[in-house]
């Protein structure tokens, strides 16, 4: 079967099916909290951040199906870094899509902004997004200071420099 895609930038109107796809089971246990998000609470975060400068969020929209299917989205954390975030629904993945959407992602946030890295936090027990990341051309981060990680996950980065040549 043939899975074409695209990234959607997310807009107001996006809020329940962000929603659902963030509170499917697959996804909530491979998020950093392992917990499900409520209405409440998603509320208060997607209104205030869908619009702001300092994000760039899409969801995955498959074409054969005409229903999205995933989630990317990239936080300025500062100046020179932004950090994404990915997720996808298990049935649309282990296909390779997550690599083609995390790369035409990346592309979108160094042309958005004039950022040198994207982050990735990735759990380390979270073997299918460090393999994802990798094959997307991002590298383990030796010294991940100052970039809101814990002990549970690793930091891999992706320069714009260093290998945008090999996206
Ligand atoms: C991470 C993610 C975006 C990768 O996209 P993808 O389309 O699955 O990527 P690929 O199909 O190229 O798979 C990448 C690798 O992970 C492996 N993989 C994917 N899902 C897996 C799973 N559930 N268990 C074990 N390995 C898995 C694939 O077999 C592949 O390994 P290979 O390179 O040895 O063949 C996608 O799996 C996803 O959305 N996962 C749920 C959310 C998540 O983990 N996000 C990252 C959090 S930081």
């Given amino acids: ?6 990234l959607r930038e997310i807009g107001l109107d996006d809020m329940r099916v962000v929603f659902e796809l963030r509170n499917d ?3 909530v246990e491979r998020s950093s909290s392992r917990k499900p998000i409520g209405w409440a609470e998603h509320d208060a975060w997607f209104s205030k951040s869908v619009e702001r400068e300092d994000q760039l969020a899409f969801l995955i929209d498959s074409l054969e199906e005409k229903k ?8 300025r954390v500062s100046e020179a870094d932004a950090v994404i975030s990915v997720y996808m629904i298990e049935r649309f993945t282990r296909r390779g899509i997550g690599v083609e959407v995390i790369r035409s992602g990346c592309e979108r946030a160094f042309s958005r902004w004039k950022i040198s890295r994207v982050l990735a936090n990735v759990r380390k027990d979270n073997v299918a997004g460090q393999k994802g990341f990798r094959k997307a051309g991002f590298h383990l981060l030796d010294d991940p200071v100052d970039s809101g990680h814990d002990d549970l996950h690793q930091v891999f980065f992706l320069g714009r420099y260093l290998e945008r040549g090999a996206l």
């Avoid at 079967?1 to 695209?6: D, I, K, P, V, Y």
């Avoid at 999205?68 to 936080?75: A, D, K, L, M, P």
């Fill in 1 to 6: 079967m043939t899975l074409s895609w695209e």
């Fill in 25 to 27: 089971p697959y996804i």
């Fill in 68 to 75: 999205s299917v995933g989630v990317i989205r990239f936080e």
